[in-house]
């Protein structure tokens, strides 16, 4: 089976899967079901899109608030100008996160290690000043965004459309990385992380390939940002420029590994669903604790995260 194939039949799988979560979740019968859902679903888009930047090539990019807002704001900014379908808006929000992220790479992947990823903190924090003296959408005070009780050409009720939204673009970003890092691109991006004087060296097209990746990884961030304010209903800078999406984003590859694409999608569904747990049961409040406390545990115990840790005990057996 070659590998136009055997993405296929992976892409196939994903959606079969999604389907099953999809009328699983409607066999349940609770709302929240959907609305802590929706929450771990946008934390695998996000997750990641951030390892394809941050786990494939090696360059930790703590702006991803930045992005994420900058889908959610671009779904503000037509929803007031004129309404346009969600999936749509997801099509707006990429193509805006990722020609920012074509542009942030273009000026700041000429540095390394710590240098680039406080740049990319630095676009978020101009992004979150600029959106905040913005009043066409919000500006400091935000922006209401009232959904329908249901989408009538579906006889759906909107949460669950949100929700079935949000799985699609969850297969998206897994299929998407999956077969990034099987290509000739995933290993281009290796040879970066792993020695990127001496992919230079080698006639390896480092910034070229550095370039598509913040872009990739931007789009696919601005992509789960789209809906967002569907979602939530208020949409404001806080909300938007939050620090668990920058915090989350990160710690979920760690913990689940960051050389592959599963890593990402078992952190994400580890620690996004628990923070819900710990939402419903003690407070949100501690939510970033917990982040913290698993985070420094895996550094400790599984440095290469859940994935690396099975593969090791795997190859002692």
Request: hydrophobic share 55%; net charge positive.
């Amino acid at each position: 089976m070659n590998a136009t194939a055997r993405s296929g039949t992976f892409i196939l799988a994903c959606a079969i899967v999604a389907a099953v979560v999809f009328f699983g979740a409607r066999a349940v019968g609770n709302d929240y079901v959907y609305f802590a859902g929706y929450t771990v679903l946008q934390f695998i888009v996000l997750a990641t899109a951030w390892n394809i930047l941050g786990g494939y090539t090696g360059y930790v990019n703590f702006g991803t608030a930045a992005f994420f807002a900058l889908g959610a704001y671009s779904t503000v900014f037509f929803h007031k100008s004129f309404p346009l379908p969600i999936p749509v808006l997801v099509v707006i929000g990429a193509a805006v996160s990722g020609l920012v992220g074509l542009g942030m790479g273009y000026l700041t992947l000429r540095l390394r290690g710590a240098f680039f990823s406080i740049a990319t903190l630095a676009l978020a924090v101009v992004l979150q000043t600029l959106v905040v003296n913005w009043n066409y959408v919000g500006g400091a005070r935000g922006a209401y965004v009232i959904r329908p009780a249901e989408v009538a050409e579906l006889s759906l009720p909107y949460i669950q459309y949100l929700f079935a939204i949000m799985l699609a673009l969850a297969v998206i970003a897994i299929a998407t990385a999956r077969i990034v890092e099987r290509s000739k691109l995933g290993y281009g991006f290796a040879t970066i992380r792993d020695d990127e004087l001496a992919a230079e060296a080698s006639g390896v097209p480092t910034l070229k390939l550095k370039l598509i990746a913040t872009t990739l990884s931007g789009a696919l961030m601005g992509m789960a940002g789209a809906p967002f304010p569907y979602y939530i209903g208020y949409l404001q800078p806080s909300s938007a420029f939050a620090l668990e999406y920058a915090v989350n984003s990160i710690a979920m590859p760690m913990i689940g590994g960051t050389t592959s694409w599963v890593g990402p999608l078992v952190g994400a569904l580890l620690l996004g669903t628990l923070q819900q747990i710990t939402t419903v049961t003690i407070s949100s409040a501690v939510n970033l604790l917990i982040v913290g406390a698993l985070l420094v545990g895996f550094v400790i115990v599984a440095p290469n995260g859940l994935i690396g840790l099975w593969q090791r005990v795997f190859s002692k057996r």
